[in-house]
């Protein structure tokens, strides 16, 4: 089946501007996760929807940083006036609830390039 | 909270040859999962291999396998008859058990090189 897709698979932008990156998971999956991976690093968590509960947003840098779900499928990450740091790659995954250890699977990424 | 720790950047390998990326982890937990990674070019992370804390045998797949070292918190991957597609990121992950909520925590990645 289809795996985890991500739009666009590159975005550059100017300093100052918004960016809404999307997310479409594996349907079926009930969880849905955000990671940010900056250059050379690892990934770093930023947040986690899971049907509806509330989102875990402890992973999210600052308060120009939302994400939202809809209809418990897709998801857009939102970075209201883009710095220069927030330039790097954005990793959605998704999980299915109750499975044998919940494995996470992840999309392509976008690339944010922040001039 | 969790920290995981990859001490080599960089590793390279030669073609059939075997590899072993090193990762090292914090925690207070007794139960919990640990994962590698593979990262290609094309940045799609794909899971190469998983543990689960409470057991004891290592784990392997095909030529990969784990030495999980519990008591020092452990957890090396090996690569066997190495491949020019195993080239890659590899990345280190740990994960509490239980709710599915459970956020992956990734060391800083080996980039690993196969030369022909």
């Known amino acids: 089946g289809a795996g985890v897709s991500q739009s666009p698979s590159n975005k550059v932008t100017e300093k100052g501007k918004d960016v809404e990156l999307r997310c479409d998971p594996i349907s079926g999956h009930t969880a849905l996760y955000w990671y940010r991976q900056s250059l050379g690093q690892g990934l770093e968590f930023l947040i986690y929807f899971q049907g509806n509960s509330a989102p875990d947003k402890s992973g999210l840098p600052s308060d120009r940083f939302s994400a939202e779900r809809t209809g418990g499928s897709v998801s857009t990450l939102t970075i209201q006036r883009t710095q220069q740091e927030d330039s790097a790659v954005y990793l959605c995954a998704s999980s299915f609830y109750g499975g044998e250890d919940n494995e996470q699977f992840f999309g392509p990424g976008t690339r944010l390039t922040v001039l | ?116």
Do not use: H
Not at chain 2, 71 to 78: E, G, T, V
């Open chain 2, 1 to 116: 909270a969790q920290t995981v720790t990859q001490s080599q950047p960089e590793m390279s390998v030669q073609e059939a040859e075997t590899v072993t990326l090193s990762c090292t982890y914090d925690t207070s937990e007794s139960d919990y999962y640990l994962f590698w990674y593979k990262q290609p070019p094309s940045r799609q992370m794909i899971l190469v291999i998983r543990q689960e804390a409470y057991k004891q045998q290592n784990a392997t797949e095909n030529r990969f396998s784990v030495n999980f070292q519990k008591a020092a918190k452990s957890f090396s991957l090996k690569i066997s008859d190495s491949q020019l597609g195993d080239a890659a990121m590899y990345f280190c992950a740990y994960r509490s058990p239980g709710l599915i909520g459970s956020r992956l925590t990734f060391g800083e990645g080996t980039q690993l090189t196969v030369n022909p």
